[in-house]
């Protein structure tokens, strides 16, 4: 990261940083391991969902940078602490829970902070859309400052073995914690397709692009790459060109499976995702009661909605999401890290259990043999099978 504190720059910085998280799509129409690094490019055919230029989603986003510019200037964002450790705000509830090394049997699943989560399976440590670092920006002197600390860095990890990123947006996708997993861990990083050119400068770093509904095995993991309704930028002059989506994991042994959703809006993916997941042969998964034992879903940046509703699901949204998918657990994210959008601090998890309690949450907790939301400090963990 560039360090270059010049009050003006700053000050700009803050307000066109933004453009690189929220600025619509304007006109919305692979390879193994290394993306072919020491070959050709690869090739990248063209689908629904690729024109041969960008990537684009199933239905287009209506807005327009002017749309970005009126909300800049007539937000009315809600409260948030500068530091969130204090006991108005707290973020964790006493010490983050001793990390294991492994996990063999079911899932456990530890809510880092913001859309970082560490997943462990079938003795296989998976880290989701890491970011560790005090800034989501490409600079160390403006943009998005975390409120709430990591609840495990790096030291404290136990053997990273894959990383699963679901877009290249700054606050999922951190080159400077990319860059310590990699020199730490040396995992295998799974992305969307495209991303070459955001990681794979990156010196030894192993990684795997994949298209929507593309499948992939690791040791007795399978794993596909899935649709999402959002967006990808990493500068100010390109758009959507590399490809974003989530992640369903699923043990081939024993059927348990997460759903990694990264950053989403609602739309017509989900629908789809739900289709593909009747298609899985697995005994072990046709067998279950429910679909997905753990859906981990986000529940912040969603304010103001005629603004952010395309591309972010608000509380409501993500427990219809939950009972869409069939979901005995879920554990919600993205929210209490970085204020990225209008709602306040505490609004994300207040919207929840409003609408768990209303009808939303009825219709999620209509099986009395259902799991339930597990709202989790950072740092904590459950574990089912």
């Known amino acids: 990261m560039v360090t270059f504190p010049n009050k003006k720059l700053t000050t700009f910085l803050t307000f066109l940083l933004p453009l690189l998280y929220f600025l619509p799509g304007l006109g919305q129409a692979r390879g193994e391991d290394n993306a072919n690094a020491l070959g050709a490019a690869p090739s990248y055919p063209l689908t629904d969902h690729y024109n041969g230029e960008v990537f684009f989603n199933y239905d287009p986003d209506p807005k327009t940078f002017w749309d970005f510019l009126q909300w800049r200037w007539s937000r009315t964002p809600g409260p948030w602490p500068?530091?969130?450790?204090?006991?108005?705000?707290?973020?964790?509830?006493?010490?983050?829970?001793?990390?294991?090394?492994?996990v063999?049997?079911?899932?456990?699943?530890?809510?880092?902070g913001h859309a970082t989560t560490l997943v462990q399976m079938e003795n296989i440590n998976?880290?989701?859309?890491?970011?560790?670092?005090?800034?989501?920006?490409?600079?160390?002197?403006?943009?998005?400052?975390?409120?709430?600390?990591?609840?495990?860095?790096?030291?404290?990890?136990?053997?990273?073995?894959?990383?699963?990123?679901?877009?290249?947006?700054?606050?999922?996708?951190?080159?400077?914690?990319?860059?310590?997993?990699?020199?730490?861990?040396?995992?295998?990083?799974?992305?969307?397709?495209?991303?070459?050119?955001?990681?794979?400068?990156i010196p030894g770093i192993r990684f795997k692009e994949m298209d929507w509904f593309e499948q992939y095995t690791y040791a007795g993991l399978h794993l596909t790459f899935l649709p999402t309704q959002h967006w990808s930028?990493?500068?100010l002059f390109g758009m959507n060109e590399t490809l974003w989506g989530s992640f369903l994991i699923t043990s081939i042994n024993t059927g348990t499976n997460v759903y990694f959703a990264s950053d989403t809006g609602f739309g017509p993916q989900f629908e789809k995702i739900v289709q593909f997941m009747k298609t899985l042969t697995f005994p072990s998964v046709k067998n279950k009661k429910y679909p997905l034992s753990?859906?981990?879903?986000?529940?912040?940046?969603?304010?103001?909605?005629?603004?952010?509703?395309?591309?972010?699901?608000?509380?409501?949204?993500?427990?219809?999401?939950a009972t869409m998918l069939g979901a005995k657990y879920a554990l919600p994210m993205h929210y209490k890290t970085f204020?990225?959008?209008?709602?306040?601090?505490?609004?994300p998890e207040k919207e929840l259990l409003e609408a768990l309690a209303g009808p939303a949450g009825d219709a999620y907790k209509a099986d009395p043999l259902r799991g339930e939301f597990k709202i989790?400090?950072?740092g904590k963990s459950f574990s089912a099978e």
């Not at 990890?157 to 020199?183: E, M, N, R, S, W």
Request: charged letters at 20%; hydrophobic letters at 40%.
């Open 294 to 321: 753990l859906a981990i879903l986000p529940i912040g940046s969603y304010e103001p909605r005629w603004f952010m509703k395309y591309a972010h699901l608000n509380p409501e949204e993500t427990v219809k999401v």
């Open 126 to 201: 998976i880290l989701t859309d890491p970011i560790l670092s005090e800034r989501a920006s490409p600079v160390s002197f403006a943009g998005p400052r975390r409120t709430s600390p990591p609840a495990v860095n790096l030291d404290q990890l136990p053997p990273i073995d894959l990383v699963v990123i679901g877009h290249d947006h700054f606050d999922h996708c951190d080159l400077p914690t990319i860059q310590a997993l990699q020199k730490k861990f040396n995992p295998l990083f799974l992305v969307g397709l495209k991303m070459s050119q955001v990681i794979g400068s």
């Open 82 to 102: 500068e530091n969130a450790e204090n006991p108005e705000h707290p973020t964790t509830a006493g010490p983050a829970d001793p990390v294991v090394e492994r």
């Open 233 to 235: 930028k990493r500068h």
């Open 376 to 378: 989790l400090p950072m």
């Open 339 to 347: 204020q990225l959008a209008d709602e306040g601090f505490l609004q």
């Open 104 to 112: 063999d049997k079911g899932f456990r699943a530890t809510w880092i």
